[in-house]
């Protein structure tokens, strides 16, 4: 059992691992068949159906597994007891920078938003959760405390976002430099 089990979790990842690399070919989820996925998995069809229904599945599987890789790292910086923003910031950034491919591939597909908006909601969750991690709004009302939080996660993704489509021409370490700038302009007023 346990080897029929590991052999399924390695099919799996070979079918992830041949959208992504479609993905980065084709720079379209749309243009992407599962034909292309089998052949380039040295895969029979039968056995992608075998273990999913359709792309949107692996879509779906895909960004999940980059957006659990992007939270274990926001989870071992919170066990550090890290209280900075500026360590989360920095930490995604080394993360991003270490898994850039990747997550240009998944950005620059023509049907993010979904991704996007699920990187987002995990990572206001974590800064919201950390209380030290931006100071408390004047009125120290929780939900002007999290449109606070969900205004700048929005703009920082949407920056990284832009930087992995090829729109701000700078370095991720200067783009990640840039948003601490700002951000410790920002909370430096509060």
């Known amino acids: 059992m346990k080897k029929q089990y590991r052999n399924s979790q390695r099919t ?26 089998a052949e380039k998995a040295d895969i029979a069809k039968s056995t992608f159906y075998n273990h999913y229904d359709d792309l949107y599945c692996v ?29 989360y910031i920095k930490k995604i950034i080394e993360f991003l920078k270490e898994n850039e491919e990747v997550y240009r591939r998944a950005i620059v597909s023509s049907d993010i938003r979904f991704f996007i908006e699920k990187l987002k909601n995990i990572i206001s969750k974590k800064v919201f959760e950390n209380n030290s991690f931006i100071p408390p709004a004047v009125s120290e009302k929780s939900s002007e405390r999290y449109v606070q939080i969900r205004f700048l996660t929005n703009a920082c993704v949407d920056t990284m976002a832009d930087y992995f489509k090829g729109a701000l021409g700078i370095s991720l370490d200067e783009t990640g430099e840039i948003i601490l700038a700002f951000l410790n302009r920002f909370i430096s007023k509060q």
């Open 59 to 87: 879509a779906e599987e895909f960004e999940n597994e980059l957006i659990s890789k992007l939270s274990d790292v926001l989870d071992e910086v919170e066990e550090a007891r890290a209280v900075e923003y500026s360590v």
């Open 12 to 37: 799996k990842r070979m079918i992830r691992q041949a959208y992504a690399d479609l993905l980065g070919e084709k720079k379209d989820f749309t243009k992407i068949t599962v034909s292309e996925i």
